[in-house]
């Protein structure tokens, strides 16, 4: 599939882990610590 290629977080474990977590727990009041 061709956004595989533009999705370097699959490889990126630490950055799988951000946008797992931001995708849980979305932060659009701008006050996470």
Known sequence: MP????????RNPILAQLISHALSHPVDQGSNP
């Open 3 to 10: 956004w595989e290629v533009e999705a370097p977080h699959c």
